[in-house]
């Protein structure tokens, strides 16, 4: 994405993305936060820097449609850690940033998929018909969505994958171009590497053989899907599989089978007896986090996890609370 500002920080916001970008930083959303700034700036004919002021930002933040904490908190954090580098840089005496973060009331709480769920999602989505603009629609969803679940993908990583990403030889993905702009290698076991032959050669044998660098995933030649195109559809068919949403969960999200896969995985471990604690790095690293810290957003706990860590304590502590019995 193309980062274009017209405004009176124009070549200084330019420098600001190509910071983080040199960093590894992808930066599109954050660059779409620049330029709604930019253009605001242009609508209120201002034109010199000396007049963006506190007053300026403080009204450009009101003037957002931003209701919930955390879409305003994330656009301002944009705007304060643009103008803070600006300063440090020398490029500007000071920052007009000084609005406060607003309060969040609490936090989302995930819907969590279990598989006998995730089934049955796979199964409506393969009921899909096709249209004139969209063939083997039920197939390709049901893939889609087999992937987020069965391995924790990210919406745009699915999106973004082409033929050559695919290594059947070693049961490998490649995901490229990830949020981190950090390439790694996703292993998958053999259902799911008989699902993606079958999706493949199905595909091919219809619409003919594929290049390498084809989109896995596509309803119009040599064009990848739009991530929210799957969010639209995963949200049509989410009334059809007659979830039960606890009290004080959200209704569903298709990130909500990336939230499922991280917590399915944390309790297999609990159930097989490796210790989360010290295999955490590597579910973070399945999952292309930077740091075990953003894996932890994730590992929502739930009364399953909670009864699963209550075993394990109770198997810890049986020896020594035999030996105090009197």
């Known amino acids: 994405m193309t980062a274009d500002f017209l405004g009176p920080f124009a070549d200084d916001f330019q420098r600001f993305v190509a910071h983080k970008r040199a960093l590894g930083r992808r930066y599109d959303n954050e660059v779409k936060t620049l330029q709604l700034f930019d253009r605001y700036l242009a609508h209120q004919n201002i034109v010199d820097r000396t007049q963006v002021t506190s007053?300026?930002?403080?009204?450009?933040?009101?003037?957002?449609?931003?209701?919930?904490?955390?879409?305003?908190?994330?656009?301002l954090g944009v705007l304060n850690?643009?103008?803070?580098?600006?300063?440090?840089?020398?490029?500007?005496?000071?920052?007009?940033?000084?609005?406060?973060?607003?309060?969040?009331?609490?936090?989302?709480?995930?819907?969590?998929?279990?598989?006998?769920?995730?089934?049955?999602?796979?199964?409506?989505?393969?009921?899909?018909?096709?249209?004139?603009?969209?063939v083997l629609r039920g197939p390709t969803y049901?893939?889609?969505f087999a992937l987020l679940y069965g391995l924790g993908l990210r919406v745009g990583e699915v999106a973004r994958l082409c033929r050559n990403d695919v290594d059947f030889q070693n049961n490998l993905l490649v995901i490229k171009h990830t949020k981190f702009s950090k390439s790694r290698l996703v292993p998958f076991g053999p259902r799911m590497a008989q699902s993606l032959r079958d999706y493949t050669q199905g595909r091919e044998q219809l619409m003919g053989e594929s290049t390498p660098d084809s989109p896995l995933?596509?309803?119009?030649?040599?064009?990848?899907?739009?991530?929210?195109?799957?969010?639209?559809?995963?949200?049509?068919?989410?009334?059809?599989?007659?979830?039960?949403?606890?009290?004080?969960?959200?209704?569903?999200?298709?990130?909500?089978?990336?939230?499922?896969?991280?917590?399915?995985?944390l309790r297999r471990w609990y159930r097989t007896g490796s210790d989360p604690a010290q295999r955490l790095h590597h579910l973070s690293t399945f999952l292309g986090h930077v740091q075990p810290e953003s894996t932890a957003v994730y590992l929502t706990i739930t009364e399953?996890?909670?009864q699963e860590a209550s075993n394990r304590f109770a198997a810890f502590s049986a020896p020594a609370l035999a030996e105090v019995k009197p």
């Open 304 to 306: 399953d996890l909670l």
């Open 55 to 75: 007053d300026v930002v403080e009204v450009f933040l009101i003037s957002r449609p931003r209701t919930a904490p955390r879409s305003y908190n994330h656009l």
């Open 217 to 265: 995933f596509s309803f119009s030649k040599g064009r990848h899907m739009n991530p929210g195109t799957i969010s639209q559809v995963f949200h049509a068919l989410v009334p059809r599989l007659g979830l039960a949403i606890p009290t004080g969960v959200t209704p569903p999200r298709v990130h909500d089978l990336r939230h499922s896969f991280a917590v399915g995985t």
């Open 142 to 144: 049901r893939m889609i």
């Open 81 to 134: 850690r643009c103008f803070a580098w600006l300063v440090v840089q020398g490029l500007l005496e000071s920052s007009p940033v000084f609005s406060k973060p607003r309060r969040g009331t609490r936090q989302r709480v995930p819907f969590l998929f279990d598989q006998t769920q995730a089934r049955r999602l796979l199964q409506v989505a393969a009921e899909l018909p096709d249209n004139p603009r969209a």
